[in-house]
């Protein structure tokens, strides 16, 4: 199985009483989901949850496909289900995250990111988000160290770098700006 499966084994109730069965599906969920097969991929995690309405990873990986097809209400409804399942998972709260960011409620997305930091401070894609959160808010220096952060943690993490190649020209053009108009 995928590497997944060992995050699986630390869920209290994901695991619980599973069937082979269960796994297979929820195996297959994700990989349509990694595919973007969104159809597919709700139809496995439907069955998953079908045998075991309470399994939070299935109920998460649905607000994943939730998100990524932009149904953010949806998305929200059941990261929040994951979390009433498992208030400990901090997983959902990245979900979470990036609904709101994506519906405009800035600070309600900083507040699960930052809450995902108090847990693992070196987790990238909460990271991620706050540089996201900060860049829209015009928080450019704040962006730029969020999205170092990420570098440092990540260095190979495509997004953040052009992100900061980006954030670097429009700083570098300010700076010009600035100079023409005090000189």
Not at 25 to 34: E, N
Not at 125 to 150: D, I, P, S, W
Not at 164 to 171: D, G, H, N, T, V
Request: glycine letters at 6%; charged letters at 30%.
């Amino acid at each position: 199985m995928r590497n997944w499966f060992d995050f699986l084994k630390g869920r209290k109730n994901a695991h619980k009483n599973s069937k082979p069965e269960e796994f297979r599906l929820l195996d297959l969920g994700i990989k349509y989901l990694d595919k973007k097969d969104y159809a597919r991929a709700l139809s496995e995690l439907n069955r998953v949850l079908a045998l075991s309405p309470r399994n939070e990873v299935a109920v998460l990986k649905l607000g994943h496909v939730y998100l990524q097809q932009k149904k953010y209400s949806e998305a929200i409804g059941q990261f929040n289900r994951a979390l009433e399942i498992d208030p400990e998972f901090i997983d959902p709260h990245e979900g979470l995250g990036f609904c709101y960011f994506e519906q405009g409620r800035l600070e309600e997305a900083m507040e699960k990111f930052r809450y995902m930091l108090n847990a693992n401070p070196d987790n990238e894609r909460a990271h991620f988000g706050l540089g996201l959160c900060y860049n829209t808010k015009q928080e450019h220096g704040k962006a730029m160290e969020a999205f170092q952060r990420v570098l440092k943690i990540n260095p190979r993490h495509a997004q953040a770098k052009e992100v900061i190649k980006f954030l670097s020209k429009r700083q570098s053009g300010s700076d010009v700006k600035e100079k023409n108009v005090s000189g």
